[in-house]
């Protein structure tokens, strides 16, 4: 059971400001059903031009509930200028804290105030658009967020990133990206904390080498396969070549020439040696069948 | 604040009656059933008929049960045993609606080079059993199929499965923690290799379960270092929790009638008054081959946790597929397994009863039900729209 303070729970059960304002200044809108959480911020400028109004609409868990009240809470009476400094720490420290893995819920409420704004100055478009290019493929997460999450929280793990933004949260196939994030952003600091994936030595032994493509595919490639339904088996090593065979859906998948030169060498050379070249084992390749969805 | 306990998929209230069977054996009768004095050696007697009380409940020989401390360690006992005693068979075969105990050992056993099958489901969380005969190869070592899901109480057709996969050489193994003492069972007459069972699913003690193993069925055990339990579970047994779930053995045998039918018509009362009163619900799971005191229902545009703090506020304990419960990002394997969309997955809430469910509590229940679900999806963006 999650430890909500009295705060989360008080603003979950008797959420402040609740609905749309009508005829609304701006409207900001993030996450989705698919996520598990989403909000609809709409707000109202008064004439002295600070937020006169402001209403929440929030699918979500407590604390996303909870995150949403506050916000509302936060940012009345607040010029839009003031509005843009409330971070997602803002709202996390007026509920006297959210558990760690619930983080992510005022992350959203930061992104919907400032859909809500940009939409105001914009005028154009509620939803938030996308920037950057996307790290994290299963929450559509960008690397302008997570380093926005990194920068404004000082984190130096994928787990917390993870907590704060979604970002590695689904078939942990990005792990390896975020952690050079980190690394970039936070530099000296994030090597403290030893992250658990492959590492490219300078030289290795024949059996350290085939450890590390075991372990390369089972923590790099594989969960990003079997998130779409696919799946990878090791067939053999000699010298640089490796031999793989793909099952499932990626078996029959007319993308597989493509799955296994984008993914498969790029991560094997990321993380094990640059001379390494993949084969597809076309032989072992199971008899068609057809999956059901 | 009364607490109304509609989680019993989890874990269920120990029995007055298995208590009191327990408590002799913290403090007066505590001797080691392996000593040679009679102070421990009589206590070896009080294990044999609980060993007794299981295969009754069970339908096999009490020499075909190993206690092992949990549901988890016998599903890795039979899975990791089976594959050392056959070690040149290199594929196991499984479902993707198994319980972690399952499915994380198989995912593990991928990553060491095993050949590893998840057999899908259809939108019921049906298995498809030619698909499963397709995979039986002479390399298949095990296949583990659990007897029914503990999230949607979909009921597998486990000695139909237990025949075509025994019939060609391999070792069946069955996850039965959510069946044992909700389904009548006779293993004498199965040709189920492997089952496993826990304490605290049918009103024992937690921290006590059991491996079955048919006669003749080849395993290895996990743990060395004694010879208990015929040297197939080496350690000290537990000697109060096999007391105890021998005696909950003896009143699961007792209770099956009640199970399947006073619960049965509580769950369904449950069930109908829900989706009648609550708009846009939808039961997930198979209607008609399901466990008879779970029911999961789905409510769209809004998420489950709220739902059991909202629940949770009136003593009412339930679970949900959500996300947010989880700790993790992704709602419940299970539910996504079967196609569930998302938006349904993260709204979705168990009741799993039991034979201490009143009527009183399934009618407070149904009263209180509409106006939580009300509530939250006035909150909700994706009712707006619509309810504004």
């Not at chain 2, 009380?53 to 006992?77: K, M, N, Q, R, Y």
């Not at chain 2, 009263?367 to 707006?384: A, C, H, N, W």
Request: aromatic share 6%.
């Amino acid at each position: 059971m999650w430890e909500y303070t009295d705060k989360v729970r008080d603003h979950f059960f008797n959420p402040r400001n609740v609905g749309e304002v009508e005829d609304p200044d701006g409207v900001g809108e993030v996450g989705s059903l698919a996520c598990g959480d989403a909000l609809k911020l709409t707000f109202k400028l008064g004439k002295d031009g600070r937020i006169a109004d402001a209403k929440f609409k929030t699918f979500g868990c407590a604390s996303a509930i909870a995150s949403s009240s506050v916000l509302t809470e936060l940012i009345r009476g607040k010029t839009l200028d003031e509005a843009m400094n409330v971070t997602n720490k803002d709202i996390a420290d007026y509920l006297g804290g959210l558990p760690e893995q619930k983080m992510h819920c005022s992350v959203m409420g930061r992104e919907a105030l400032e859909a809500a704004i940009a939409n105001y100055r914009g005028g154009d478009t509620a939803k938030r658009e996308l920037e950057g290019h996307v790290v994290c493929t299963c929450f559509g997460v960008t690397d302008v967020e997570i380093e926005r999450v990194i920068r404004e929280n000082d984190l130096t793990t994928v787990e917390q990133v993870t907590n704060y933004c979604k970002a590695g949260g689904g078939c942990g196939g990005c792990h390896g990206e975020i952690e050079k994030i980190i690394e970039r952003i936070q530099g000296e600091k994030a090597k403290a904390h030893v992250p658990l994936v492959p590492r490219k030595g300078k030289k290795l032994t024949n059996i350290q080498k085939m450890q590390l493509i075991q372990q390369t595919i089972n923590e790099q490639i594989r969960p990003a396969l079997r998130a779409h339904g696919g799946n990878i088996e090791l067939i053999d090593i000699e010298g640089d070549k490796v031999t793989v065979a793909f099952r499932g859906m990626c078996a029959q998948c007319h993308l597989a020439e493509f799955t296994m030169k984008d993914v498969v060498e790029n991560k094997l050379r990321e993380f094990v040696s640059d001379d390494i070249f993949v084969e597809e084992d076309k032989e072992s390749v199971e008899e068609g069948h057809v999956h059901k969805g | 604040m009364n607490v109304i306990y509609f989680d019993n998929n989890a874990t269920t209230r120990v029995a007055d009656e298995v208590f009191e069977a327990m408590r002799p054996y913290f403090c007066e009768l505590y001797g080691n059933p392996s000593s040679m004095h009679t102070f421990g050696g009589q206590v070896g007697v009080r294990i044999r008929e609980a060993r007794e009380h299981v295969a009754a409940l069970l339908g096999c020989h009490p020499s075909e049960v190993i206690f092992t401390s949990c549901g988890t360690e016998s599903d890795s006992t039979a899975i990791l045993g089976t594959l050392a005693a056959v070690p040149h068979r290199r594929k196991v075969i499984t479902t993707r609606v198994e319980h972690p105990a399952v499915l994380t050992v198989c995912r593990d056993l991928e990553n060491r080079g095993y050949q590893v099958i998840e057999l899908g489901v259809d939108k019921q969380g049906r298995l498809d059993l030619g698909e499963l005969e397709s995979h039986l190869d002479d390399d298949t070592a095990i296949v583990t199929i659990m007897s029914a899901n503990n999230e949607t109480g979909t009921v597998f057709p486990i000695e139909k499965i237990a025949r075509m996969v025994t019939d060609r050489g391999i070792t069946f193994h069955t996850d039965a923690v959510q069946v044992v003492g909700k389904i009548p069972l006779n293993l004498a007459d199965s040709c189920v290799n492997l089952l496993s069972l826990s304490g605290h699913k049918l009103h024992g003690p937690k921290g006590v379960g059991v491996l079955y193993v048919r006669k003749g069925t080849r395993i290895a055990p996990l743990l060395l270092g004694g010879h208990q339990e015929g040297g197939r579970r080496a350690g000290t047994e537990n000697v109060p929790g096999i007391i105890g779930l021998g005696k909950a053995c003896e009143l699961a045998s007792r209770y099956m009638e009640d199970e399947n039918t006073r619960v049965r018509t509580l769950r369904d009362r449950l069930e109908s008054a829900i989706l009648a009163s609550c708009p846009d619900s939808r039961i997930n799971g198979d209607p008609e081959n399901r466990l008879p005191n779970t029911t999961n229902i789905s409510f769209e545009y809004i998420e489950g946790e709220a739902i059991l703090l909202m629940l949770d506020r009136f003593g009412i304990c339930a679970s949900s597929g959500s996300a947010c419960t989880s700790g993790s990002l992704e709602p419940s394997h299970v539910l996504r397994a079967m196609g569930v969309p998302f938006t349904a997955a993260h709204g979705s809430i168990r009741y799993s009863l039991s034979r201490y469910n009143t009527e009183e509590e399934v009618d407070f229940t149904i009263d209180k039900m509409p106006q939580i679900i009300e509530r939250l999806r006035e909150l909700s963006p994706f009712v707006g729209q619509v309810t504004a």
